[in-house]
């Protein structure tokens, strides 16, 4: 199966732009929906977008829909999730989390079911 590092956290400005990305390895990486979760200090952690294998379907948070874009590299076997605006609410770890599926439709809202994990990558929106 595969194994998930994500990468590009870092320090932003409320109302600026940082993307996010998550490198998967030893698998077959396209036979994989990709979901981004999120855990702010002191809550649960929540969903944000989700990627069908193909890359032809996704879906978002409310909270961040129309900021927030998740697209995949099945050649590079990485998936992005690019986030603009950002708002000091934005500020998480967030995590990349994959589920082998025979669907190239399918994508995945919740974190049941999810079976493998990145150890997440801390982004922080400073007012």
């Known amino acids: 199966q595969v194994q998930l590092v994500e990468s590009g956290g870092g320090l932003v400005q409320a109302g600026g732009s940082l993307g996010v990305s998550c490198a998967a390895s030893?698998?077959?990486?396209?036979?994989?929906?990709m979901s981004w979760f999120r855990q702010a200090p002191g809550k649960e952690r929540e969903f944000v977008a989700a990627i069908s294998r193909s890359g032809d379907s996704t879906n978002y948070a409310d909270s961040v829909k129309g900021r927030f874009t998740i697209f995949r590299d099945n050649a590079k076997n990485t998936v992005y999730l690019q986030m603009n605006n950002l708002k000091p609410g934005d500020t998480a770890v967030y995590y990349c989390?994959?589920?082998?599926?025979?669907?190239?439709?399918?994508?995945?809202?919740?974190?049941?079911?999810?079976?493998?994990w990145g150890k997440g990558t801390l982004v922080t929106v400073s007012s």
């Open positions: 989390a994959a589920r082998r599926t025979i669907s190239r439709d399918n994508y995945y809202l919740s974190d049941i079911g999810m079976g493998i």
């Open positions: 030893g698998g077959t990486f396209s036979m994989y929906a």
